[in-house]
């Protein structure tokens, strides 16, 4: 009867045997995935660097934008006067401003008809305002006060003007309201040669409210503008006339976004050292690359932007400084002094394009975290590495499988020949009995 099992016949555990040698052949195998292992926990250690560089980032990026960064704001002293509102400023105002008059739309009436289904005058109906124009064209079937007022709003050629039916005790009216306020958009009308603008009994549009502009008083200047929306006369602010009286209105630097700015760094910048520190003692224990980003950071607060005219900060002339253990947080001394020097250089040391502050960290960012550099570089050197070793493996794979079929086809021949002695060594123990 075959055998099933190498050491059946022989009584040799030849499995055990096997297993053992297997063991001990796999030992360089079991070598190589322990350090494919460690690469992998060095990858995601590379990784949680990127992610705390690009959290970073977006700090470094807030002190970079002059937008988001001391961003300028616009107030009123009296809304029911005008509301204010910032307009690309860099100069902070105080100005009094008196409204004497609002800009007010122009608006015209017809006299009164029965209904809107009235009959108007047929023919070619002009309506201008300023240089602009336009022509409607009523036909018989189709000259209704209706008609007229959906023609009027439905041309092409008119931005300028409103038509609108209103049902009053006289009958109904069509009102014609210029879209834009103040005396450039007032509008005129031309009727039909031989007849009225609106028929025989209407000869003419009525005015019911006119045109006029915006009239006030700038720190004792007049001024006048046929809006009420006003951007061109205190730079860098934008008024909404809503009332005549007097009210002041005041711009400067967001001071609570720039102190946000500064904290939300400062936090940041701590995060990222601690989890550098971390690394280093742990996952990336003996790689210099920690320390190195982190003595770099710390360096970079030394390093001065040219404002022009002998002006050169740094971070901590700012306001930031450093504690006993490496901690970052704000000197509030540093920072009043720096601010009172004027938010506008405080804004510029940091947002200046190129040489700023901002640039000069995200620069370094940079160095290790964007494609190509000095992370990327580390990371593919790893998958080289575990590419290299996983080709080991499965060559040594490849061998250890042959080896073992090649044990296994021993031990087998060795168990049938003990087993042939043995049956040969109990034939000849019978025959001597």
């Known amino acids: 009867m075959a055998l099933t099992a190498a050491g059946v016949g022989s009584g040799i555990d030849v499995e055990s045997i096997l297993s053992g040698l297997g ?5 360089p195998i079991v070598s190589l995935e322990t350090k494919i292992e460690e690469l992998d926990v060095e990858l995601s250690a590379f990784g949680t660097i990127k992610s705390a560089l690009d959290t970073f980032q977006s700090a470094v990026d807030a002190l970079g934008s002059n937008a ?48 809107e289904d009235s009959l108007v005058d047929s023919g070619t109906h002009t309506y201008s305002a300023g240089d602009k124009s336009f022509d409607i064209n009523m036909t018989g079937g189709n000259n209704t006060l209706k008609d007229m007022m959906d023609a009027i709003n439905d041309s092409e050629d008119n931005d300028f003007v409103s038509a609108s039916i209103i049902n009053v005790d006289s009958g109904s009216r069509l009102i014609l309201t210029a879209i834009e306020p103040g005396t450039e958009s007032k509008i005129t009308t031309s009727r039909p040669a031989g007849g009225s603008s609106l028929g025989a009994t209407s000869p003419d549009f009525v005015e019911i409210t006119e045109a006029s502009d915006a009239l006030l008083s700038v720190h004792g200047f007049e001024v006048t503008r046929s809006s009420n929306t006003i951007s061109d006369v205190i730079d860098g602010v934008t008024l909404e006339l809503t009332g005549v009286g007097t009210a ?49 950071l710390r360096a970079a607060f030394f390093d001065t932007v040219d404002l022009g005219g002998g002006d050169s900060p740094n971070a901590l002339d700012m306001g930031f400084t450093f504690d006993r253990n490496g901690g970052l947080s704000i000197d509030t001394a540093r920072f009043d002094s720096a601010v009172d020097l004027g938010v506008n250089r405080y804004v510029e040391a940091f947002s200046r394009p190129d040489t700023g502050l901002s640039s000069l960290f995200s620069d370094l960012i940079d160095e290790y975290s964007e494609a190509g550099g000095v992370i990327t570089g580390r990371e593919n050197g790893i998958g080289t590495r575990k590419s290299s070793i996983d080709s080991q493996i499965e060559r040594m794979e490849y061998r250890l499988e042959k080896t073992s079929t090649r044990l296994r086809t021993q031990f087998t021949a060795m168990d049938l020949a003990i087993t042939e002695l043995n049956a040969t060594s109990g034939f000849l123990n019978n025959l001597i009995v």
């Open 68 to 115: 988001d960064f001391g961003e300028f704001v616009a107030n009123s002293s009296d809304e029911d006067v005008f509301t204010a509102s910032p307009n690309n400023g860099d100069v902070a105002v105080n100005v009094e401003v008196d409204v004497i008059a609002l800009a007010t739309n122009h608006r015209l009436s017809t006299p009164a008809y029965d209904s």
């Open 23 to 27: 063991e001990i052949n796999r030992l």
């Open 248 to 296: 002041s209105v005041d711009t400067r630097r967001d001071l609570e976004s720039l102190n946000a700015a500064m904290e939300e760094f400062s936090t940041q910048y701590n995060t990222l050292t601690s989890t550098l520190s971390g690394l280093s003692n742990g996952d990336l224990s003996g790689d210099s690359l920690p320390r190195s980003i982190e003595t770099r």
